[in-house]
């Protein structure tokens, strides 16, 4: 394949068969690398239209800073953008999350201003609209609010996986901004008939839910529950067990939030079977695993991997 | 036998500091109502008039129990039932 740019070659990843994990003929699994994009995770997708976005609507001119709360990866995929464009970039990013993701981000000439770990993303939300009021010049694209996240998925995502899987019946994937569920969930219902759409949300340590008041919790606003079927909670065990599993069986290097989407497929395929129903289920590889290797993810015993991930943002 | 109940930590102050407590019913709501004799005011956390409030998650063996029966969701003895506060991803 050949493409005029880096830009140009996004999306278009692969979906592979999962045949060792996968429990029958009838009830199979499929997992769709978005690693295999320009910076290796699926939020090179929502960077880039909201880029794009923001440019037809004039919003971006070149020289703006662009100003995003991220917990990584869509930091990195729009210091990547931005970096093409000729824009400047800051994050705003809790102090818990990867050195990798880090230097990924100091790489591509972005300035991370650190939230503290304690209230996790939603700290980064309110220290980034802080800094946003304070600099009315900065642009902050907002992915948990930018329908041009979902469009992307919509746009995208969606129609790939059902070109490569006309007889897909589940679609599975991380909750985080909710962008990738509301896109590629729109999509898919109006495609085919009681697919089911299904959030599997990373459960973390205790720290990251230091919130002082159950009434100042967060939801996406681009989150609309009726796009989904259903939603699990994944803590960091099965979303490390299901990591390893999924490198052991059938070769493939995930971050830890991909472990957590297929703990959920996984679910739903013994739904499938239990019930005598055929199944095409694809879940979303998010990222590869490079990025957690320091968190001691992949070595020594679930039990010391579990452990050194407390209190961490892992998805 | 009974239900297990996690309890986050922002409601601990409710439960002296446990960070589970047990209780019973056969739906979601009778169970609650349940622990609020031994721990009051954790009910009225967790529940408004309008059902769950808006920023408490409860799950039901991992399963949010708005995509199930919300507080009308049938429990039984050896469920599991996490709450946890609504928090930002991505």
Redesign the interface.
């Known amino acids: 394949m050949r493409f005029d740019s880096l830009l140009d070659s996004l999306g278009g990843t692969p979906l592979v068969g999962l045949p060792r994990l996968s429990p029958s003929e009838d009830v199979r699994l499929w997992a769709k690398l978005e690693d295999r994009n320009p910076t290796g995770s699926v939020k090179d997708r929502p960077a880039f239209y909201m880029i794009e976005k923001a440019e037809k609507d004039g919003l971006l001119t070149p020289g703006c800073t662009i100003l995003e709360p991220t917990s990584g990866n869509t930091g990195i995929s729009l210091a990547m953008v931005a970096k093409l464009r000729g824009y400047r970039m800051v994050c705003v990013m809790p102090e818990n999350t990867s050195a990798e993701r880090r230097q990924l981000l100091e790489m591509w000439g972005a300035r991370i201003i650190s939230s503290p770990a304690a209230g996790g993303s939603n700290e980064a939300v309110r220290v980034a609209k802080g800094l946003a009021a304070e600099n009315p010049d900065w642009v902050m694209l907002y992915q948990y609010g930018n329908e041009a996240n979902a469009l992307a998925h919509y746009e995208t995502t969606g129609p790939e996986i059902l070109a490569d899987l006309p007889s897909v019946t589940h679609f599975v994937a991380g909750l985080g901004t909710t962008g990738t569920l509301m896109g590629v969930g729109r999509y898919l219902r109006e495609q085919v008939p009681d697919v089911k759409i299904v959030a599997a949300e990373p459960r973390y340590g205790e720290l990251v839910y230091g919130l002082r008041n159950i009434d100042e919790g967060f939801i996406p606003e681009l989150y609309d529950d009726s796009v989904l079927t259903t939603r699990f909670s994944v803590g960091s065990r099965d979303a490390l067990r299901r990591t390893r599993e999924l490198l052991e069986q059938e070769g493939i290097f995930a971050g830890i939030s991909t472990g957590g989407a297929l703990h959920a497929a996984i679910g739903m395929a013994a739904k499938a079977v239990k019930a005598g129903e055929r199944a095409d289920i694809v879940f979303v590889v998010a990222d590869g695993g490079w990025k957690y290797l320091s968190t001691g993810a992949y070595g020594g015993t679930l039990e010391e991997a579990e452990a050194h991930l407390e209190g961490q943002l892992w998805a | 036998m009974a239900i297990e109940v996690r309890i986050?930590?922002?409601?601990r102050n409710l439960t002296d500091g446990a960070k589970a407590v047990e209780g019973k019913g056969g739906t979601l709501d009778e169970l609650f109502a349940d622990l609020d004799t031994r721990h009051p005011g954790l009910r009225a956390?967790l529940v408004d008039d309008k059902g769950l409030?808006?920023?408490?998650?409860v799950?039901l063996n991992?399963?949010?129990v708005?995509?199930?029966g919300g507080l009308e969701t049938a429990v039984s003895d050896g469920d599991g039932v996490?709450i946890?506060?609504?928090?930002?991803?991505?």
């Open positions: 986050p930590t922002i409601l956390r409030r808006k920023f408490v998650n799950y991992d399963e949010d708005r995509f199930l996490t946890l506060p609504a928090v930002a991803g991505g």
